[in-house]
């Protein structure tokens, strides 16, 4: 009885024609932005004979280049110092940690992105009357034919 029913039920939807939705599919892009860790950097002297003595500066910022690609990459940012502070200061040089820079991106808005445009279309049915004017003008002439046959 399971395998009657099965069998209407497939038949009957298999001999339908196909209906699925299209869909627009729009191209957007994330809004990408390097974030980087507080640069640490340190002004440091050397003193001959021992260790250099070095004390930490805030006198730093990190500057990324414009126009990175966020799919392929770590953002390639680097610290720069101020290097007025070792002025008039012998054997003194500047330490940076190394910059540590990541991605932080949002997902776009509407506006930035449309959402994709769907349209429902379904299959041609095997033979379908068609309402247009030159189906319109066979049957006339048929109807015409069938008249001067039945007079004559």
């Known amino acids: ?3 009657i029913l099965f069998y209407l039920f ?3 939807n298999c001999c339908r024609p196909n209906c699925s939705y299209e869909c627009s599919t729009p191209i957007c892009y994330a809004t990408c932005e390097p974030i980087c860790l507080t640069p640490i950097c340190s002004a440091c002297i050397n003193i001959t004979g021992s260790s250099p003595v070095c004390s930490h500066t805030s006198e730093c910022y990190i500057n990324c280049p414009i ?3 966020e799919d392929v990459s770590c953002p390639q940012c680097e610290t720069i110092c101020n290097e007025h502070i070792c002025d008039n200061i ?3 040089y500047l330490e940076c940690m190394e910059t540590q820079c990541s991605w932080e991106c949002r997902v776009p808005n509407i506006i930035e992105c449309p959402e994709p445009v769907c349209e429902l279309f379904c299959n041609r049915p095997a033979c379908e009357y068609s309402n247009s004017i030159k189906n319109r003008i066979y049957i006339l002439l048929f109807i015409i034919t069938i008249i001067i046959n039945i007079n004559y």
């Open 67 to 69: 126009n990175q690609c």
């Open 10 to 12: 497939t038949f009957i």
């Open 90 to 92: 012998p054997n003194c």
């Open 1 to 3: 009885m399971i395998f």
